[in-house]
């Protein structure tokens, strides 16, 4: 990572999720401050069980803001989730290839492992 980087402004993280919180759910709720361009929970790679956690990026800094202090500490799904600033460097959430350059150029990479 670039050491003068700093992480998104627009983007928070949740953690605390019940386990059957879903993005769709988180986005629906979050939705209410403003446009969320995405949102994911994140799951185990193997067993695609929920980790209990989520990133939610918002179009504009001041709905991501406004949700931090609406959000925190609210009972969701019978659990009392924590919001905070997403602290990671990485310029986007994760999402699978979309074209299929990249998706073959992976695929030949997994080869060779």
């Given amino acids: 990572p670039d050491a003068d980087g700093r992480p998104p402004e627009n983007v928070l993280f949740v953690c605390k999720l019940n386990p059957v919180t879903s993005a769709e759910d988180l986005e629906i709720i979050f939705s209410r ?36 202090f609406k959000m925190d500490n609210i009972i969701l799904d019978d659990r009392r989730i924590c919001v905070d600033f997403s602290q990671s460097l990485a310029k986007e959430i994760k999402r699978p290839l979309a074209d299929d350059d990249n998706v073959i150029a992976l695929k030949k990479k997994k080869r060779w492992l």
């Fill in 33 to 68: 401050f403003g446009p969320v361009s995405r949102c994911e929970v994140i799951k185990d790679h193997k067993t695609g069980d929920s980790l209990q956690y989520a990133f939610i990026k918002f179009e504009r800094e001041e709905h991501c803001i406004n949700a931090y």
